[in-house]
């Protein structure tokens, strides 16, 4: 069954070009490739299912229907959306700097590219697997605050600077909360590579095996998250009601839709980086001791945990954005400067006690 | 392969740090050394040394350009040029250039690479890092590593300071 595994089926495929093309540099490159439409096609249906969901979620929460109209359940809404969206005219803008500008979402873009690279989705289902791996994920996915700010200065509007040098401040600042909470698991875990860590849950979760430093460091990793991917009640770059749209306000047509789609695609490697590290990845829920309960739930394959485990992050992510009332800037940065990083570094002190004193599962 | 990833990488390198020294936007200049940063960074990864290249995203291409962006994003506006400096300046900064390049060249060619070459070793592991940092007997770092600690303790406090001056 290679829902199971995709070792089998990686290789099978690798030994096909192999016969076909020779082992080599033609090789390699199909594989490049082949990996590249893989995100790439995975990037484009989840933006659009995570579009219909946050419509849906957003519209339960407010006490409405949601898209209704176009397709069951209003579920065609987005993809007709999208072909709008990609038939709009780019707007050149006067006076902006025009390199600057066209570069910004690309940056933008690329950066979760890169970080949803390493994230192990199944057994045998990842792309990089380095022994850094928590490492790596949380210094490229540092590098999308980048296209933020050139996208606000380059767009010579007072909107987008003022929503660029917000989010700026704010990537800057919540990546510490971020990068220490999952330290705190690292400690737990003896290792930074995913694969590593996943396989060290096979038991239990590091959410149960590290009980309440690793809880503390969870919640802390959501809040930071939600604000990595610049989401309500986070949203001061984008602020609506001051600053009519943040650092995109000048963006139409694709140049917009990749802007988009990149916030949901942050959305979902936060939650996949949480369901990697603090809930097991792909591994089953399992109790130790209960056989038959462990045994039935290996019935539902890997892949399928992940999915379920990362989209009920990303719905939780969603209820945040659609219940709190936006920040404002001066409260955002006393949340993580006074509250979030102390008590982060004093849960990393506890969590290195526990694994020391062995008062973990 | 890894010669065809070498070359691009140390082509956008090269063009890229031109490009910094010669753009006229500063902001522009900004962009270009970050390109420049990350892909150091992908040289580091086709050298399997995994943890350098992770440094290197997050403190350069993740901290330091931020920074230059940020202060650039507060200070400038958008239509200043810099002014392309007169001959009488830019003519002995570019023999000053060219000298220093070959001087620099000139020693790399001389320096024998070939004879020096080692095996590919396995790219050193996380823990020996932590392990190095925190060891107080031979080879170990740890002096040197909490030196540096409150050599940024008192940065960090200073910038408190100069940033509360006005404040009184």
């Known amino acids: ?361 | 392969m890894n010669v065809i990833m070498f070359y691009i990488l140390a082509a956008v390198i090269l063009v890229c740090s031109v490009l910094t020294v010669t753009s006229r936007k500063i902001l522009r200049a900004a962009t270009y050394l970050m390109f420049v940063l990350i892909a150091t960074a992908g040289l580091y990864f086709l050298l399997q040394v995994n943890f350098l290249a992770a440094v290197q995203l997050m403190v350069y291409a993740g901290g330091i350009v931020v920074l230059i962006i940020f202060s650039v994003l507060l200070t400038s506006h958008i239509e200043h040029q810099f002014e392309l400096a007169a001959p009488s300046k830019s003519i002995p900064a570019a023999l000053a250039a060219i000298a220093g390049a070959a001087i620099c060249i000139a020693s790399i060619l001389q320096f024998d690479f070939t004879s020096r070459l080692a095996e590919q070793t396995t790219s050193p592991d996380i823990r020996q890092f932590g392990h190095a940092f925190l060891n107080y007997g031979d080879g170990g770092y740890v002096l040197p590593f909490e030196v540096i600690s409150i050599l940024l303790l008192a940065a960090m406090v200073a910038a408190i300071m100069i940033a509360k001056k006005n404040k009184q």
Request: a negative charge; hydrophobic letters at 55%; one cysteine or more.
């Open chain 1, 1 to 361: 069954m290679f829902l199971y595994d995709f070792t089998e089926l990686t290789s099978t495929i690798h030994a096909g070009l192999e016969t076909t093309f020779g082992e080599g540099l033609l090789t390699t490159t199909i594989e490049f490739v082949i990996a590249g439409i893989v995100y790439l096609l995975f990037f484009a249906v989840f933006g659009l299912f995570a579009v219909y969901l946050e419509r849906k979620v957003c519209a339960i929460i407010q006490n409405r229907v949601g898209p209704n109209r176009v397709g069951p359940y209003g579920l065609v809404q987005t993809i007709a959306d999208f072909v709008k969206l990609l038939m709009k005219e780019l707007i050149p803008i006067n006076n902006s700097d025009r390199f600057l500008f066209n570069l910004a979402p690309f940056i933008v873009i690329t950066a979760t590219f890169l970080a949803i690279g390493a994230i192990p989705f199944a057994p045998g289902l990842q792309m990089l697997d380095f022994d850094i791996g928590i490492l790596y994920v949380t210094a490229v996915s540092s590098l999308g605050v980048l296209g933020i700010l050139l996208a606000g200065w380059s767009s010579n509007n007072k909107y987008s600077l003022i929503g660029a040098m917000r989010s700026g401040a704010q990537i800057v600042s919540y990546e510490l909360s971020a990068g220490l909470s999952l330290m705190t698991i690292i400690v737990l875990a003896g290792t930074m590579q995913f694969s590593q860590v996943v396989a060290g849950q096979a038991d239990l979760w590091f959410i149960f095996k590290g009980h309440i430093p690793a809880i503390i460091a969870f919640i802390i990793f959501m809040i930071a998250g939600t604000a990595e991917t610049n989401r309500g009640p986070f949203d001061l770059a984008e602020a609506e009601s001051e600053l009519t749209a943040g650092f995109h306000t000048e963006y139409s047509g694709i140049k917009f839709a990749l802007f988009y789609l990149s916030e949901y695609i942050n959305m979902f490697i936060i939650a996949a980086i949480g369901t990697t590290v603090f809930l097991g990845g792909w591994q089953p829920f399992q109790i130790p001791g209960l056989e038959t309960f462990n045994h039935i739930m290996w019935y539902c394959p890997p892949v399928l945990w992940f999915f379920l485990k990362a989209f009920a992050l990303i719905i939780i992510m969603m209820w945040f954005k659609w219940t709190f009332p936006r920040l404002r800037i001066d409260q955002l940065l006393k949340l993580e400067w006074k509250y979030l990083l102390p008590i982060n570094l004093i849960n990393l002190i506890l969590m290195a006690t526990c694994v020391l004193l062995g008062w973990h599962f």
